[in-house]
């Protein structure tokens, strides 16, 4: 690889790397994007559907949209914002779950958010299934809810952790995709696609770094890939980097898989409401029905259910989500829906998961990962956001951060 001007490699190109190229190459740094997909975005990914509509496979949600970067970048880009509230801010569908066990279920919700705070504030850093009311009524309900959240139930998240994160509730849409937005920005930068890092040598004067397309030498390096891909050593740090691999290891991705459904007769329901397949579990899928008012249900799987769902292959997705839409609706339902889109996050070789939680006694964890080495490795990522990880706004954060702190050793 013809590489000899490269002055900063940035491994991973999801909306941490992105950002953080972009940040480097504004400010005149000789720069290179190396990704191992065919595509820009890692889990930010946009897909068309044969009618038109965009489909966000990964992130789809502005969190936190009044101080999220990615809104002022789709408006710049032309990109469309949905301000509907997000179903899980609105009641649900009443069939299955009538408004009084609703106003319950609420109240449990609200009650167990208040231990879970104060057992966030002792020093030892436990799981947040402490909090849960013993054999309390909606422990199930209170359980998917921690599976699309973290991607994991309650008793895998550290609760120090998860009370870290900060959230506006102020929660938008991009009617393109939000995957669409984040690949755009990074398409006139200077990138490879197709090449995935294996290892990075920084024993030398410069950095060298081991491509699946031949090597590169730099004087920086930011790694922006996933905290799980770290944790499995599928970069090999030469000499190497225990503190980070331990780091990352206290980091997993938690599971979350999205499947698309084309609904006949969409238009009997509210547009943009939800409801749970089931109110007395865990493993229960989230069914967001006519989200933008498009004729479709966005089911979303977490934690355990969406392993197993995950081990069956595609169409266990589906299968799943039939049998609980025809337990709710009636056996004719099944005419009205066919699948559209599912992608297996899990399985996905450059995620293998959806987001990061931190395991019980890892809080602390996502700073250690998002130390720099010798001003020479830094690194980014969702992971190593302390207060908006999981999001794709926390990745921007550390993708810009990243480069400052690249920016800055170079001054030195
Ligand atoms: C189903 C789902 C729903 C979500 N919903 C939301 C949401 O509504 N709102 C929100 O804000 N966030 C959401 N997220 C989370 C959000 O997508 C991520 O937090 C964010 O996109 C992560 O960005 P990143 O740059 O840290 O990592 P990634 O996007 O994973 O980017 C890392 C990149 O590194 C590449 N890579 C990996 N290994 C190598 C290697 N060896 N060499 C070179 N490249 C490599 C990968 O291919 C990838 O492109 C969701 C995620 C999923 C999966």
Same mark, same amino acid.
């Given at each position: 690889?013809?590489?000899?001007?490269?002055? @900063?490699?940035?491994?991973?190109?999801?909306?941490?790397?992105?950002?953080?190229?972009?940040?480097?190459?504004?400010?005149?740094?000789?720069?290179?994007?190396?990704?191992?997909?065919?595509?820009?975005?890692?889990?930010?990914?946009?897909?068309?559907?044969?009618?038109?509509?965009?489909?966000?496979?990964?992130? $789809?949600?502005?969190?936190?949209?009044?101080?999220?970067?990615?809104?002022?970048?789709?408006?710049?880009?032309?990109?469309?914002?949905?301000?509907?509230?997000?179903?899980?801010?609105?009641?649900?569908?009443?069939?299955?779950?009538?408004?009084?066990?609703?106003?319950?279920?609420?109240?449990?919700?609200?009650?167990?958010?208040?231990?879970?705070?104060?057992?966030?504030?002792?020093?030892?850093?436990?799981?947040?299934?402490?909090?849960?009311?013993?054999?309390?009524?909606?422990?199930?309900?209170?359980?998917?809810?921690?599976?699309?959240?973290?991607?994991?139930?309650?008793?895998?998240?550290?609760?120090?952790?998860?009370?870290?994160?900060?959230?506006?509730?102020?929660?938008?849409?991009?009617?393109?995709?939000?995957?669409?937005?984040?690949?755009?920005?990074?398409?006139?930068? +200077?990138?490879?696609?197709?090449?995935? @890092?294996?290892?990075?040598?920084?024993?030398?004067?410069?950095?060298?770094?081991?491509?699946?397309?031949?090597?590169? !030498?730099?004087?920086? @390096?930011?790694?922006?890939?996933?905290?799980?891909?770290?944790?499995?050593?599928?970069?090999?740090?030469?000499?190497?980097?225990?503190?980070?691999?331990?780091?990352?290891?206290?980091? +997993?991705?938690?599971?979350?898989?999205?499947?698309? @459904?084309?609904?006949?007769? !969409?238009?009997?329901?509210?547009?943009?409401?939800?409801?749970?397949?089931?109110?007395?579990?865990? !493993?229960? $899928?989230?069914?967001?029905?006519?989200?933008?008012?498009?004729?479709?249900?966005?089911?979303?799987?977490?934690?355990?259910?969406?392993?197993?769902?995950?081990?069956?292959?595609?169409?266990?997705?589906?299968?799943?989500?039939?049998?609980?839409?025809?337990?709710?609706?009636?056996?004719?339902?099944?005419?009205?829906?066919?699948?559209?889109?599912?992608?297996?996050?899990?399985?996905?070789?450059?995620?293998?998961?959806?987001?990061?939680?931190?395991?019980?006694?890892?809080?602390?964890?996502?700073?250690?990962?998002?130390?720099?080495?010798?001003?020479?490795?830094?690194?980014?990522?969702?992971?190593?956001?302390?207060?908006?990880?999981?999001?794709?706004?926390?990745?921007?954060?550390?993708?810009?951060?990243?480069?400052?702190?690249?920016?800055?050793?170079?001054?030195?």
């Amino acid at each position: 690889m013809a590489n000899d001007d490269v002055e @900063v490699v940035i491994i991973g190109g999801g909306a941490a790397g992105i950002a953080a190229t972009r940040r480097l190459h504004d400010a005149g740094t000789r720069c290179l994007l190396v990704e191992a997909r065919p595509r820009l975005g890692g889990r930010a990914f946009s897909v068309i559907d044969p009618s038109g509509f965009a489909l966000d496979l990964g992130c $789809g949600w502005l969190h936190s949209a009044d101080r999220n970067p990615w809104l002022e970048i789709a408006t710049e880009q032309g990109a469309s914002i949905d301000k509907t509230p997000p179903p899980w801010m609105r009641s649900a569908l009443e069939i299955g779950f009538p408004p009084a066990e609703q106003k319950e279920f609420h109240a449990a919700v609200g009650s167990f958010f208040v231990r879970l705070e104060r057992l966030a504030q002792n020093e030892s850093d436990v799981a947040g299934s402490a909090a849960l009311e013993p054999g309390g009524r909606w422990n199930g309900l209170i359980n998917a809810m921690s599976t699309y959240i973290s991607g994991a139930e309650w008793d895998r998240v550290s609760a120090k952790d998860f009370d870290r994160y900060d959230d506006s509730g102020v929660n938008w849409r991009v009617i393109e995709g939000l995957g669409t937005v984040i690949s755009a920005y990074g398409a006139d930068l +200077p990138r490879v696609l197709d090449c995935r @890092v294996v290892g990075i040598d920084h024993s030398g004067k410069r950095l060298r770094i081991e491509t699946t397309r031949g090597a590169i !030498a730099a004087d920086q @390096v930011i790694v922006a890939i996933p905290s799980s891909l770290l944790a499995k050593e599928q970069l090999a740090f030469v000499p190497a980097l225990p503190q980070k691999i331990e780091a990352a290891q206290g980091l +997993p991705l938690g599971l979350d898989d999205k499947l698309f @459904v084309a609904l006949d007769g !969409a238009a009997e329901f509210e547009k943009d409401i939800r409801l749970f397949g089931h109110t007395d579990r865990a !493993a229960t $899928g989230g069914y967001h029905m006519r989200p933008f008012g498009r004729p479709m249900i966005e089911v979303y799987f977490g934690g355990r259910l969406a392993w197993e769902l995950e081990a069956g292959g595609d169409a266990a997705f589906f299968d799943f989500a039939l049998s609980e839409l025809v337990n709710l609706f009636g056996a004719g339902f099944a005419s009205r829906v066919r699948p559209l889109q599912v992608h297996r996050w899990g399985h996905d070789p450059f995620s293998l998961g959806s987001y990061s939680f931190a395991l019980p006694g890892s809080a602390d964890c996502r700073q250690t990962l998002a130390a720099p080495v010798d001003d020479r490795l830094f690194f980014a990522g969702e992971a190593c956001s302390a207060s908006d990880f999981s999001t794709a706004h926390g990745a921007w954060q550390t993708g810009v951060n990243a480069a400052e702190q690249v920016i800055v050793a170079r001054k030195d």
